[in-house]
């Protein structure tokens, strides 16, 4: 049986990992470029069709995927004469694995049912490197049927697949998942800043925290930078996070409920960026928090 050809638009650095891990199973390929014209030369070079428009990504593909920052740069690529939108057809699926407002994606996704195609968001957990062995974790919402159509497709890019409900449900859960990250996340990284201030050892904070109930695999993340200068265990920009948590924060908001516990990373994650620490990973919040206990 022949494999559905897949349409990408979106390839940073997860993205052009997913890309790469489908062209290496043999999925027709047509790409789009955004932002990173060595990822979409280096896609092209290994077979993939390059394109001008989202709309003919979209026409020459059974699935169109879409792996971009924003829940705006979503919308750009997806409405207009010359976006995804325009370019579908009864049967056609399209997948957003970006993070984006679970209401924005509820909109497309009436206006995606519209042209007879349906949408699906598939917010995805792990990193580039598991994706180029097929090893992310999806969380998939939609159309059930749709989904059980494109689920060879998805567990081709990922370990654990899941469907999590109607659309939305997907980016709602991430959202959910990446605030309570970012709340561990920084409260390590204080922690260890704590730690020099108060003139103790930050390996034995961090032993302490680790052999009892607390442990888990984000302060690991953030230990590894804060005990042995390792920021790539947690590839993830300040920048991003910030992002992620403010729209955990709106999406609250929108369903009338006052967050509370998004405030402190939320106005951490801000403060480093107005330092200009943006585009680092988030394990060197460490950093930022020892500028403050530096006074």
């Known amino acids: 049986m022949s494999k559905p050809s897949i349409g990408f638009i979106g390839l940073g650095l997860m993205g052009s990992a997913m890309v790469t891990r489908l062209q290496s199973l043999g999925y027709p390929m047509t790409v789009v470029a955004n932002r990173s014209r060595a990822a979409i030369d280096a896609a092209v070079e290994r077979g993939a069709t390059e394109v001008k428009t989202a709309r003919e990504v979209a026409e020459a593909s059974d699935i169109t995927m879409l792996c971009v920052d924003t829940t705006a740069n979503v919308e750009a690529r997806m409405r207009g004469p010359d976006g995804v939108i325009a370019g579908l057809g009864r049967g056609k699926v ?12 509820r909109a497309l996704g009436e206006e995606v049912a519209a042209t007879g195609a349906q949408m699906l968001d598939s917010p995805i957990g792990r990193t580039p490197s598991h994706a180029i062995e097929g090893k992310i974790n999806l ?3 939609g159309d059930k049927a749709t989904y059980d159509r494109v689920k060879p497709v998805l567990d081709d890019l990922g370990e654990n697949v899941f469907h999590l409900g109607a659309l939305g449900s997907g980016h709602t859960i991430k959202l959910i998942n990446n605030f309570f990250a970012q709340c561990i996340a920084n409260g390590m990284a204080e922690a260890f800043a704590m730690a020099d201030v108060a003139g103790v050892d930050r390996k034995m904070v961090y032993d302490v925290i680790a052999a009892g109930p607390l442990h888990n695999g984000m302060m690991d993340f953030i230990a590894a930078y804060g005990l042995d200068g390792d920021d790539q265990k947690l590839a993830f920009s300040i920048k991003n996070a910030a992002k992620d948590v403010g729209y955990y924060a709106q999406m609250c908001e929108d369903a009338g409920f006052a967050s509370m516990m998004s405030e402190a990373p939320l106005s951490a994650l801000k403060a480093a960026i107005d330092q200009g620490r943006g585009e680092d990973m988030v394990p060197r919040m460490v950093d930022f928090f020892g500028t403050r206990a530096k006074g």
């Open 139 to 141: 969380m998939c919402s």
């Open 94 to 105: 399209v997948i957003d694995f970006g993070t984006s407002l679970p209401g924005s994606t």
